[in-house]
Structure formats: C-alpha cells, structure tokens
C-alpha cells in the first residue's frame, strides 16, 4: 500500500522509517517532510486539504496518517472523509479534546473522569477569586494550542493573578489565552498513555516517560520534549486497569455519546497521584518524542494497525510489541526553546562499536538538505533512539550514539530515564 504522511517533525520521520520496513508498504509521501524524510519517501509541498484530498487521489494513495495537532484542530480528517479517503486521525470535532483546554475539562466533568478541580473563565474576577481559595502552587492554562507552552505553573497567588490577566488581555497567547482554566496543582508522577483508537475498539502502546524540562534534573524551562523512555517500570497491570476503566473506556463513550466518536491516537497525560490516575491532558496525536520510541516496540507491521484504526477494523486485531525498552535523546539546537540558531552542518560519524550501531537509529527532526548535505535548522534537531534488554542498556546505547553526532550549538539532556534508574 501507498500511505502520505503529514508533518515534518521527528514524530513523523520516526512513523516513516516504520513504515519503510513493513513488507505491506509500497511507497511512503511526507507533506512536508523534513531533510531526511526522502532517504525513504517522497516529500511534497502542498499545504491546502483540498489540494491534498486531490493528490491523494490522483496517486491512488492508500492510507494517510496526520502526525501534528494543527491540521486536525483544523479540521483535514473531515475533508479527507468527504472525498471518501482512508485517514487515521481525529475529526475536527473531536480534535477539540486538545484543541481546546474548557471543551477537554468540561468533558472531562461530564463524564465523571477523574481530573484536577479546575474552573474556566473569562473574567478576571473570577480567576482571582478561585486563586484565592486555591494552595500554592497554582496552575493556570490558556484555552487555546499554544505549542505546549500555555501552561503556567505559579508557586505565589500573586504569579498566578498575573498569569491569568496577561492570558486575559490576549498580551501572552493573544487569542489562544483570552479564556483560561485554573486549577489546583496535582503533586504526583506523570505517565503518557497512548491508544490507537477507531471509534469504537483501541489498542493500548506501552506507557511512556517524556522529559519536558530543558535541563537535567527537571530545571529550565518548558520545551517540546527532551528525551522519553518506554515501556515505563512505574505503570503496572493494576494501574493500567485502572487507566482503561476510569479513563480510556469512558472518554471513548463519552465521544460516541456526544457525537464526536474519537478516531486516532488518543494521547493521555496522567498524573498518578497516590496510586491514582488522574488526567491532566489529552492530545488527540502521538507526542513527539514519544512516537520515536513506541514506533521501534511495535512488533507488528504499522502499516495494519493505521489502516485498521482508519478503517473502523480494529476489534480483532493483536499487535505485537517487543520485549525490549527503548529510551530516546533529543539533540537541539543552541537557543532553543528560546529563539531559532544559525544553521549548523551535521555531521554523523557512526564510529560507535556494533553493537551500539546495530541497536540504535537517529530519527531526523528540524534538518534541512542543502547540497546533499544535512543541516540543524529545527529547535529539536534529531533524536538518537536506543534499544536494549533494560533501560539501563536502552539509555547507554542512546547516549553513546549521541558521541557519534555533531553540530555547532548541539545541546541534549544527560539523565533521560533518571525516574526509572534511581
Ligand atoms: P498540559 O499541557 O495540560 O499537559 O500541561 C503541561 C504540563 O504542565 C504537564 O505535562 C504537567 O507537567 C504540568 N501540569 C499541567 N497541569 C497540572 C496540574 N494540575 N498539576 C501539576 N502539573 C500540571
Ligand atoms: N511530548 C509531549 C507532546 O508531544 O505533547
């Protein structure tokens, strides 16, 4: 089969290279892909839904697989549908679980899935006075995408009043932050819970670990993500049941209830907090740099469990995962997340032993190919991805590939996977 992809991130480069090895899968298209993306597919430009729906149909593709947030907040999965085309991923409709901070808490609510006290505003008063009844730390969030940085996390009542009015004003996220949640803060672990869904049934992937902070030991600021671990040593089969009863189960009625049935990756931010899964956020794709470590546990071709999803077949399906741990570490660039840096050449020497060449790969991210050479033009650059019998091995193999890889500027975390080795 022919499958597009669309994105150009290290998510999406990650699903490609997965697809490239599925004996099912014939040829690969990245809209837009990234630098690396055509060692194994073809790039194209086209941005417009329609003029991708025409495309599509014009190469008979098979199957098209949305990695990003935006273009299903902005609604490709239904215009894809009225063209009749195969599409793994969430309708406009049901994007709003991410798409929108007051629909997702106010779901939240009306199903009866555990999440943290919250209340949604557009006034300040209000904001202020439900801050006032609140401990520290408090957290406040602006409704809208704002690449993950709309979360504010204010440890006096006095940062969390001026978090809520900047977002107010429209001065931090302009309209993305002019309707805000606040609410109480979760003292816990996180997990990120990843199910293939197609409405109806879902696959559970293994739960991940994501780094969100810049710098070792949790500090600095908030980035896309640093660096993930899975499966993680800090869900078990009870947790995991109760995730799926409490959370997954209804959240997927609570959809088909409201007429929005939920399609693609349902992506679950839980804080665990004293044994219990409490949830902080949904994302209606795969994080990102999560994909890059569950796409090498899936044991079973990608290929079938996309299609199935897209094609509502998913009911009888088993995949098969491994039985290793994989840990992956994001190579960025050196003003991010603050500003973009000069480009910078790479250069990948591969000069490691075997064994660490034969069970690690890069998954390429903000690179571009000038020249047939590559360059460092993204926040995150690349992720060198590790595999092995344990964490430890996992995360050994990663970092040792990491030597391996130069640009000017590289920066990376050290401690990836520290939860799960301390
Ligand atoms: P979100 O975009 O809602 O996942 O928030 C981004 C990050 O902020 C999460 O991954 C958590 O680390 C943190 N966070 C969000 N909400 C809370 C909360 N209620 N309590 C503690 N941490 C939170
Ligand atoms: N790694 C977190 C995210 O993709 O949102």
Partial sequence: MDILIIGSGGREYSIGLA??????????????????????????????????????????????????????????????????????????????????????????????????????????KIANDFIDSLQTPIVVKADGLCAGKGVIIATSHEEAKKAASDMLSGESFGDAGTSIVVEEFLDGYELSVFAICDGEDYKILPAAQDHKRLLDGDKGPNTGGMGAYAPTPLINDELYKKINERVVDPTLKGMRDEGYPFEGVLFIGIMVVNGEPIVLEYNVRFGDPECEILMPLLKSPPSELFYKAATKDLKNLKIELSNEYAVCVVMASEHYPYKSSKPAEIIVNDSVDKEVLDNTHISYAGVTLEDDKLYATGGRVLLCVGLGNSIEEARNRAYDRCGDIHFVGKKFRTDIAYQALK
Avoid: C, W
């Fill in 19 to 124: 697809l490239s090895n599925d004996k099912n899968v014939d040829k690969l298209y990245f809209a837009p892909g990234n630098g690396a993306t055509n060692r194994f597919g073809e790039n194209i430009s086209i941005t417009d839904f329609e003029d991708l729906a025409t495309f599509v149909k014009d190469n008979n593709i098979d199957l098209t697989i949305v990695g990003p947030e935006a273009p299903l907040v902005d609604g490709i999965v239904d215009v894809f549908k009225s063209h009749n085309l195969n599409v793994f991923g969430s309708s406009k409709a049901a994007s709003q679980l991410e798409g929108s901070k007051i629909f997702m808490k106010n779901f939240l609510k009306r199903n009866s899935i555990p999440t943290a006290a919250f209340i949604e505003t557009t006034n300040i």
